[in-house]
Nanobody
Framework: VQLQASGGGLVQPGGSLRLSCAASGLTFSGYAMTWFRQAPGKEREFVASIRSNDGNTLYGNSVKGRFTISRDNAKNTRHLQMTSLKSEDTGVYYC????????????????????WGQGTQVTVSS
C-alpha cells in the first residue's frame, strides 16, 4: 500500500487549502485514514480521521469547526479541507492508514498505523 499526499503550500492567515491523500495497492475495504501534522520542535498531532466503512469522523480540538475530512471510496482518496487557517496550523501534514474498523482510541494513536504517506508542507504566513 502506498499513500500519496498532495495539496500543501503557502497560504495567508484566514485562507484555505485542500489536502488530498490517495491510496494505491489497497485490497482491503475497511480502514481508517487519518491526517496528522508535525510542527518544528513539536510532537506529532492528530488532526482528523475518517473510516471507510461508515464515514465516521474524528477531529482534533484545535481544528474542529475549521477543517473537514471527506472520502471518495471509489478513488481510495481522502480530502482535508482546511479553512480559517492560522499560523499555528503550519507544519508537515501526513496521511496515515489503519486497516480494519478501528475505534477512536486507536485512531488517535499514531503508533497504531500501518502505512504512512510522505507528508506535505503547509505554511500559514503573511
Amino acid at each position: 500500500v502506498q499513500l500519496q499526499a498532495s495539496g500543501g503550500g503557502l497560504v495567508q492567515p484566514g485562507g484555505s487549502l485542500r489536502l488530498s491523500c490517495a491510496a494505491s495497492g489497497l485490497t482491503f475495504s475497511g480502514y481508517a485514514m487519518t491526517w496528522f501534522r508535525q510542527a518544528p520542535g513539536k510532537e506529532r498531532e492528530f488532526v482528523a480521521s475518517i473510516r471507510s466503512n461508515d464515514g465516521n469522523t474524528l477531529y482534533g480540538n484545535s481544528v474542529k469547526g475549521r477543517f473537514t475530512i471527506s472520502r471518495d471510496n471509489a478513488k481510495n482518496t481522502r480530502h482535508l479541507q482546511m479553512t480559517s487557517l492560522k499560523s499555528e496550523d503550519t507544519g508537515v501534514y501526513y496521511c496515515a492508514l489503519k486497516l480494519g474498523n478501528p475505534i477512536a482510541s486507536t485512531r488517535w494513536d499514531s503508533s497504531k498505523y500501518d502505512y504512512w504517506g510522505q507528508g506535505t508542507q503547509v505554511t500559514v504566513s503573511s
